[in-house]
């Protein structure tokens, strides 16, 4: 087996950035991605470091992100005064979902954030339905 050449651009990757390149090889040039496990053999990391960084991986990305302040606080402020904003942050909160490792469908947001985007988006509608009756029978 041939050495990389100590003039790649890839030697100067973490081995987290070269395992990234293995697990995405349809973003990187064929010869990149048979670079980068040469360097990783190099280093020393098997197969079994891969999959443990692709689990350690996985487990942080389903854990989903906390909303911002903000836009829960934009959300429900809309809510009061008609919903139909609220109604939208809400859904979106509740169901974005987000490509995880191995191209599994994954919810961007916490568990406590999609929480707050349904209580937002029921909170969104029943707002919407007082306005529009308060509207309609005056």
């Known amino acids: ?3 990389p ?16 390149v293995i697990l995405n090889p349809s973003e990187w040039h064929a010869s990149d991605v048979k670079e980068a496990r040469e360097i990783l053999e ?5 197969q079994e470091h891969i999959r443990e960084y692709l689990l350690r991986k996985e487990k942080k990305l ?8 903000g836009v829960l606080a934009l959300g429900f402020v809309s809510v009061l005064f008609g919903g139909f904003v609220g109604i939208i942050i809400g859904y979106y909160l509740a169901n ?3 490509e995880g490792v191995k191209e599994k469908k994954i919810f961007v947001y916490d568990a406590p ?3 707050f985007g349904w209580i937002m988006l029921a909170l969104g509608v029943i707002g919407s339905i007082v306005w529009i009756i308060l509207y309609s029978t005056r």
Do not use: C, P, V
Request: glycine share 6%; no cysteine.
């Open 1 to 3: 087996m041939e050495d």
């Open 5 to 20: 050449a100590d003039d790649n651009y890839l030697q100067s990757f973490s081995a987290r950035e070269l395992i990234e």
């Open 42 to 46: 190099q280093k020393g990391i098997t």
């Open 62 to 69: 389903a854990k989903g992100e906390r909303a911002n302040m």
């Open 96 to 98: 974005a979902k987000k």
């Open 113 to 115: 954030s999609r929480k």
